[in-house]
């Protein structure tokens, strides 16, 4: 096979292809260069990232760099091609790394596991960057038992933290991502990722950084910076500014250790999944889980799963739909029905002692069969996967069975997460919901979408599936996803997060001030603009 046929597999169009090549003042064996950098600069600084890391872990040919450029997200110019990786062992390393790029100009994407899947994965947002991949920087550092607390290193899996807790007897439960197994806490703490159970958003329960600055220096975070710190992951907020948001959806250093607080496993738990029949009942559905969640008697990130959502996990969109544009209602009705899903699937848990559990339970299964909801547990969905795969969440185990979504539509693996925020209100919930499905089935895309429910806000995660291996839905795919940001923009809506190819559009609907003062920090801690630049639109 042809490199220029693997990366057609991959998704890479020839399009694609050309477009990183046309894009890029320079290249470098067929990869895209940063602007200013020559090709025998280029090499000057590979020679100098090995003799820091060692010849086995700088990688610049084509080949080996391809699994650095697979991607979910539209990208039909290939605008999001990295020039080469290098991937250190220490943060030392990583201070050497930051010094000869600032020498040299080469611009660092840093990853930790380098699965932003439907973000970007690995890939940087803008062209010829060199990935700084920190898989090998993997040590669970230490985990306290009694204050729950873990610090590790950005290479460490949820798995690997799950295995340790289990090998080491500590009664302690994690907070893991969908696709928790393969991500890991630090890169979704950055990313200001969430999972699902009561500590499910994931920077609210991060606690101490130690980051690399661009010129080397190291900062600790919190009370990181005392010498003889004892409290640096059980204090998140230090003394003086506040600085740990700084490091996260941000270019403005790279973070080598991260604190985080662990959840003590509760002698009860029980699992709850809600169904609702039609579209037009996330309204009132809303309604009656806010206060449930502000008041904490509903402790833990809920999701709320539209059907086809739910379908896309498990199901082929064929077996569904074999009509015109976008997938109808009746039909995502009816196959729901048929697997004992409703229109709206949501999923909570309570946790603590049988007493606190027994208390809890009839207040709020009253209020959400009151909005309309089946309230069913573990006797009536036993054996039901989609039961199963929300039941594992909510007790942070491990699980990957969302991936699958990704085959919904062709073969081309096609994903993009639009990610707007709500106020957990029931009236702005539906009129999310309603434009969102005018504007993806406009372009011929399905509705294929969940809520999340933090306290106040809810992240509406719509899943724009398409066929990447067909380059003019790829095309529209990118399209559709540009007018979803600006058409929610307008009302008043702006993404939680957001892919590496909206960075810069996302970041334009926050408006200048907001723009210049990131850009400001940038410059003040970056003058270089070495590290990730592009990252949230700040250069
Ligand atoms: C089916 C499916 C389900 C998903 N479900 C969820 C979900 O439930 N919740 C969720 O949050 N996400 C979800 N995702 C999205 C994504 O896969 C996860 O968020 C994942 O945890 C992010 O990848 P990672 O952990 O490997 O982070 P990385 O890719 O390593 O990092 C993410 C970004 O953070 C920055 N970064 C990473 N490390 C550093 C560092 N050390 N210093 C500075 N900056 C850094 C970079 O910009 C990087 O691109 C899902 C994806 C798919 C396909």
Redesign the pocket.
């Known amino acids: 096979m042809s490199l220029l046929d693997r990366r057609e597999a991959l998704g890479l169009s020839a399009l694609t292809l050309a477009g990183a090549l046309s894009n890029s003042a320079t290249s470098f064996a067929g990869a895209s260069l940063p602007s200013g950098l020559s090709g025998d600069r280029f090499k000057a600084a590979l020679k100098d990232l090995r003799l820091i890391v060692g010849d086995a872990w700088v990688f610049a040919d084509p080949e080996a760099i391809l699994p650095y450029e697979k991607s ?1 997200i539209p990208d039909p110019q290939g605008r999001h091609i990295p020039c080469g990786a290098v991937c250190p062992a220490s943060t030392e390393e990583v201070q050497a790394i930051l010094r000869v790029a600032g020498q040299y100009g080469l611009p660092l ?14 890939t940087p947002a803008t062209p010829g960057q060199m990935i700084l991949d ?1 898989k090998r920087m993997n040590r669970i550092l230490h985990v306290d038992p009694d204050l729950a607390t873990a610090l590790v290193e ?1 290479g460490v899996t949820y798995q690997q933290l799950s295995d340790y807790l289990a090998e080491h007897n500590i009664p302690l439960w994690i907070d893991v ?3 928790g197994p393969i ?2 806490p ?3 703490t ?2 200001r ?3 699902y159970t009561p500590y499910g958003d994931h920077f609210m329960f991060q606690c101490g950084m130690e980051v690399v600055l661009a010129d080397g220096q190291i900062l600790k975070t919190g009370m990181g910076s005392l010498p003889q710190s004892t409290t640096w992951q059980a204090f998140k907020w230090g003394y003086g500014p506040y600085l740990d948001g700084l ?1 996260t959806q941000s270019n403005f ?4 250790k991260m604190g985080l607080w662990l959840m003590p496993k509760p002698p009860v738990y029980k699992p709850f999944m809600v169904r609702h029949h039609k579209m037009e009942d996330i309204g009132p559905l809303v309604e009656a889980m806010r206060p449930l969640r502000i008041a904490q008697l509903i402790p833990n990130c809920v999701l709320m799963m539209g059907a086809a959502y739910q379908l896309s996990m498990f199901k082929r969109r064929s077996d569904v739909w074999d009509g015109e544009g976008p997938i109808s209602d009746e039909a995502v009705a009816k196959a729901a029905k048929a697997n004992e899903l409703g229109m709206w699937n949501s999923y909570f848990a309570l946790y603590g002692t049988e007493e606190m559990v027994a208390a809890i339970e009839p207040v709020t299964t009253a209020a959400l069969r009151a909005s309309g909801g089946d309230v069913l547990t573990e006797r009536e969905m036993n054996g039901n996967p989609w039961f199963h795969h929300h039941e594992t969440l909510m007790r942070g185990g491990l699980n990957l069975d ?2 699958g ?2 085959r919904w539509k062709g073969a081309g693996g096609g ?1 993009a ?1 639009f990610a707007p925020v709500a106020p957990a209100k029931g009236e702005e919930t539906k009129a999310q919901t309603d434009l969102a499905k005018q504007i993806l089935g406009k372009y011929g895309f399905d509705y294929t979408a969940a809520w999340v429910i933090g306290w106040r806000e809810l992240h509406h995660i719509c899943a724009l599936l398409y066929d990447r291996s067909d380059p003019e839905e790829h095309a529209r795919a990118d399209q559709c996803y540009n007018e979803l940001v600006v058409s929610f923009a307008k009302k008043g809506w702006g993404s939680y997060r957001t892919g590496v190819s909206s960075m810069d559009l996302v970041a334009k609907q926050f408006g200048e001030t907001n723009r210049n003062v990131n850009q400001a920090l940038k410059r003040a801690l970056d003058p270089k603009g070495i590290i ?1 630049p592009g ?1 949230s639109g700040i250069m």
């Not at 994407?109 to 690995?122: D, E, L, Q, V």
């Not at 250093?253 to 080598?256: I, L």
């Open positions: 979910y994407w840093p990853i930790s596991t380098g699965k932003n899947m439907g973000y970007g994965s690995a920190l950005p991502p969908t696709v991500v890991g630090v890169g979704n950055l990313d990722g969430v999972g490091f250093g790279v973070v080598t969302e991936i979504m990704v994903l997460w990730a990252k």
